[in-house]
């Protein structure tokens, strides 16, 4: 081989292998480089995640708060529009609240119904009822106060005439009124939870928080109605007739407010009545009646009385107390006379009437202790029973006659012309315009009994009693 | 092919290391020896270093791996969870509290009495609501009532819108805006009544926006109303 020949050859070699080993180095420079790039994104993606990591327990907290609340979530906005329950508490407000429903029907309007927003389904609902207005306000306050989320978008209110309210005693104005219920639209991911380590001992960790968070969602903006609070029905016309039959009548605000008062005790005592109907023993049985007898007994007593004074005078009020509470009571009287037909009235309806009468008697309101009297005196008869319940019978008849006797007494007018009263002589008096002494008569039954300045005692019918002048 | 040099002994250029030949020899052998060495040195130091730390690193981030990834479900599940709360309160502020308001608007019709103030009735109360808002007037809803004031002084209308605007008697300012302008017109005289003259009105108004009404609950709260 010339020489020229092998400078070449080895030149060749020489270089070939040295390009090699360039590529090499080259090759492996720019592995190097990758895995330099991949090692600093390594470091970021294990940064980063240390960073996420790191504000773990603090999403855990949030996710067991979350959870620990999210009944009362459900409950406010549920998953199902559940439209059945809806209906029924719809119906059970309407009693509670005293409105008479018409009608219900779901909404027609085309924009309700629409889901909105992709987070939640309006569900609309149209009622028709008729109720005065505290009632209406007091149905649309249960609805507002819901558990779940309710809301009215509008309500229409047409006042009932005067006419059909001095037929029916009561206010039905009509009202028609759109409510709105939600039904939460879940996302497609919706995710089930995860397992969340020593979760019990975390949430208890975490037990003010979750009171806090859950007080706040049942503090959505509520009400609390208080009643109508002697205010007037603002869709009842309040003018009052220019001829007021009699001049003791109440004003027409009072007169509605006093027969409210009368149907809320009517209310009660058919309360007590049923119960004493349902009552599960005769103990409990007895209870329930004697608080009946108590509620009956002292509600008589105030409509004998507004009867006899004349305070009611607005028709409608007139009407309201007579469906209301006159008509009922009586019927729930014979009711419960035919229930102890054999019997007579109980102990506590006596007591409570010889009560009500001493204090008639007390007050000089004779008329009104015989009233009372009055209620009771047929049954009496039927009294036999134990020692305690003929005692109060008796009782009874001896406050009726004393109520008698003095309303006697007390209607016999005389005029008392003067008196002598000497140290030493017998005391004289004139009356009626003649002189009388001790021991003379003045008319049929009544005897001078003494003399005393300004006041006379009298025997009258076996009583001493004294009239003043 | 073969060369026989048949010179004699003597003759023969004496054989001598051929020093051009070995340097460049020796040259080729160092260049690409350390060539190769430096190769090594990268594949087997610097490559090898490099990898046996993102080992250590790829350990450490799939010992984090599991951890973010149940980092990142509690977040979704907050997420889920939280446009409950969301929409809650979304619908929420759209509400009007109709037990409340018409209660509010009881209590200014109580406080006109015959003869000393408005007194006032209505025939109907007609409330429409519209969450969303319109560029209308009324846009937002707007209560009607056809109302009455049985007084022979017609100014007693006025008294009675101004009472609706009446912070000290009622709420009714956070949710309405103002009554429309006060009209009137005189009914025929009942002398079967009392109060004989009665003058009719309409009552007309708006709802403010939502925005509006939660800004003026927060007025009505920090003034202790």
Redesign the interface.
């Known amino acids: 081989m010339s020489e020229k020949k092998f400078w070449t050859r080895f030149g060749g070699v020489t270089a070939a292998i040295a390009l090699g080993a360039g590529y090499l180095i080259y090759a492996e420079f720019g592995q190097i480089e990758a895995a330099r790039a991949q090692l600093a994104q390594l470091r970021t993606d294990i940064k980063t995640a240390r960073d996420t990591v790191r504000k773990t327990p603090e999403v855990e907290r949030e996710v067991i708060v979350l959870r620990e609340i999210s009944d009362r979530i459900r409950e406010v906005l549920p998953d199902t529009k559940d439209l059945l329950n809806v209906i029924r508490d719809f119906q059970d407000y309407s009693k509670e609240a005293g409105v008479k429903p018409s009608a219900f029907r779901p909404s027609t309007d085309p924009g309700k119904g629409r889901r909105q927003q992709g987070a939640f389904e309006k569900v609309g609902y149209q009622l028709t009822m008729t109720g005065d207005s505290f009632q209406f306000l007091e149905f649309l306050n249960k609805i507002e106060t819901h558990s779940r989320f309710m809301a009215v978008s509008s309500f229409k209110v047409n006042a009932a005439s005067r006419k059909a309210l001095e037929e029916d005693g009561v206010a039905k104005h009509r009202i028609q009124m759109e409510v709105e219920t939600y039904k939460y639209v879940q996302p497609s991911a919706e995710t089930t939870g995860v397992e969340i380590n020593g979760y019990e001992r975390k949430r208890d960790l975490l037990a003010g928080e979750i009171a806090r968070r859950r007080d706040a969602l049942t503090t959505l903006e509520t009400y609390r109605y208080r009643g109508p609070r002697g205010r007037r029905d603002p869709l009842i016309d309040p003018r009052v007739p220019a001829q007021v039959d009699d001049p003791n009548a109440w004003t027409v605000q009072r007169q509605m407010e006093e027969v409210d008062e009368l149907v809320r005790r009517m209310a009660e005592a058919q309360r007590y009545w049923d119960a004493s109907n349902s009552a599960p023993s005769v103990l409990e049985r007895m209870v329930q009646r004697s608080e009946l007898e108590k509620v009956i007994t002292l509600l008589d007593e105030d409509i004998r009385r507004i009867e006899r004074e004349n305070r009611i005078s607005y028709k409608p009020a007139e009407k309201r107390l007579s469906l209301g509470v006159t008509e009922p009571l009586a019927e729930l009287r014979l009711t419960l006379a035919k229930s102890k037909a054999d019997s007579g009235p109980s102990e506590v309806q006596m007591q409570t009437v010889g009560d009500l009468m001493v204090a008639h008697i007390d007050a000089g309101d004779y008329g009104m202790a015989l009233d009372a009297f009055k209620a009771l005196a047929d049954e009496l008869e039927l009294v036999k029973g134990p020692e305690e319940r003929a005692r109060l019978a008796d009782w009874l008849r001896l406050l009726a006659d004393d109520a008698r006797t003095l309303r006697d007494f007390a209607a016999i007018e005389m005029v008392v012309g003067g008196y002598a009263l000497h140290e030493g002589y017998a005391p004289v008096v004139i009356v009626n315009g003649k002189t009388r002494s001790v021991g003379d008569p003045v008319g049929d039954e009544l005897i001078v009994h003494d003399v005393r300045p300004n006041e006379i005692d009298f025997i009258f019918r076996g009583a001493i009693l004294t009239r003043v002048f | 092919m073969i060369t026989i040099n048949l010179l004699p002994n003597e003759y023969r250029r004496k054989a001598r290391s051929p020093i051009g ?1 070995m340097t ?2 020796a040259a ?1 052998v160092l ?2 020896t350390s ?2 060495a ?2 090594g040195y ?2 087997f130091g ?2 090898a270093n ?2 046996t ?2 080992s250590v ?2 350990l ?2 799939d010992g ?2 599991s ?2 990834a ?2 990142k ?6 997420q ?9 309160s ?3 502020r ?7 308001t ?2 509010e ?3 200014v ?2 406080e006109g009495r ?1 003869g000393i103030e408005h ?11 519209e ?1 969303s808002g319109g560029s209308s007037r009324g846009g937002y809803g707007r209560l009607k009532a056809a109302g ?1 004031s ?1 007084s022979e002084d017609y100014d007693q209308v006025a008294n009675f819108l101004e009472d609706i605007e009446g912070r000290d008697i009622s709420g009714l300012w956070q949710i309405f805006g103002k009554p429309q302008a006060p009209q009137a017109r005189i009914n025929d005289a ?7 003259v ?1 003058w009719s009105f309409p009552l007309t108004i708006d709802l403010l926006s939502p925005d509006e009404r939660v800004a003026n609950r927060s007025v009505a709260e920090e003034a202790g109303q």
Do not use: M
């Not at chain 2, 009942?190 to 004989?196: G, H, N, R």
């Open positions: 030949v460049a020899i080729a260049v690409n060539l190769f430096y190769y990268l594949e610097t490559s490099i990898e730390s993102r690193l790829q450490d981030l984090l791996k951890q973010v149940y980092h479900a509690l977040q979704k599940e907050i889920t969870r939280s446009a409950r709360e969301k929409t809650l979304e619908i929420t759209n509400r009007v509290l109709w037990t409340k018409l209660d608007l009881l209590d019709v109580h015959e007194f006032v009735w209505f025939e109907d109360i007609d409330v429409k609501l969450p009455h049985g009942d002398e079967d009544l009392i109060p004989s009665n």
